[in-house]
Antibody, heavy 120, light 107 residues
């Protein structure tokens, strides 16, 4: 079964750090680009970051640039998001999502999400 | 930055046709993807590249894209179609962009 499972969410104080992980299974992870997308409570989807299959290309949303770092380990079939200098407005469910080049990059597989709460 | 504009809500009776729009500057030149999200669940891709459906998505879901507006059309709407719908594009200046989302209510 093709699956993405996020972990690492939790409660953190403003200014703190957190590292999210996304474990992939059921497909050749190293062949696909990956993304992080977040959703604040009661709000819409916000794309956060993109990493190409070989990690050669990385993009960030302006809202997280300089604070978040995306990475992947193809040998471990895992995607990561290192989040530093966290702010209240980073509170959200964070999803990892696969980008399929056959579908013009559309996000065809999503994890169930992990909640990040930034609060003192 | 590139902006996608969706109506906050659309209502339709069961069996009727729902049309959800996504506006953007010259969006007709871009590839538009659509996602369905039900409460408490992760989004699901329902249309990609303007009008193609992933496997497992009913033919009732279709899409079009021209000029400054892309449209997701849901024919013969069912109660189970009630959800939030998001459009998405890739823009060279903004990277991936999502619309604000549209809540579809089945009356």
């Amino acid at each position: 079964e093709v699956q993405l499972v996020e972990s690492g969410g939790g409660l953190v104080q403003p200014g703190g750090s957190l590292r999210l992980s996304c474990a992939a299974s059921g497909f050749t992870f190293s062949s696909y680009s990956m993304n992080w997308v977040r959703q604040a409570p009661g709000k819409g989807l916000e794309w956060v970051s993109y990493i190409s299959s070989s990690s050669s290309t990385i993009y960030y949303a302006d809202s997280v640039k300089g604070r978040f770092t995306i990475s992947r380990d193809n040998a471990k079939n895992s995607l990561y998001l290192q989040m530093n200098s966290l702010r209240d407005e980073d509170t959200a469910v964070y999803y990892c999502a696969r980008g399929d080049p056959r579908l013009r990059g559309a996000f065809d597989i999503w994890g169930q999400g992990t909640m990040v709460t930034v609060s003192s | 930055s590139y902006v996608l504009t969706q109506p906050p809500s659309v209502s339709v009776a069961p069996g009727q046709t729902a049309r959800i729009t996504c506006g953007g500057n010259n969006i007709g030149s871009k590839s538009v993807h659509w996602y369905q999200q039900k409460p408490g669940q992760a989004p699901v891709l329902v249309v990609y590249d303007d009008s193609d459906r992933p496997s497992g998505i009913p033919e009732r879901f279709s899409g079009s894209n021209s000029g400054n507006t892309a449209t997701l059309t849901i024919s013969r709407v069912e109660a189970g179609d009630e959800a939030d719908y998001y459009c998405q594009v890739w823009d060279s200046s903004s990277d991936w962009v999502f619309g604000g989302g549209t809540k579809l209510t089945v009356l």
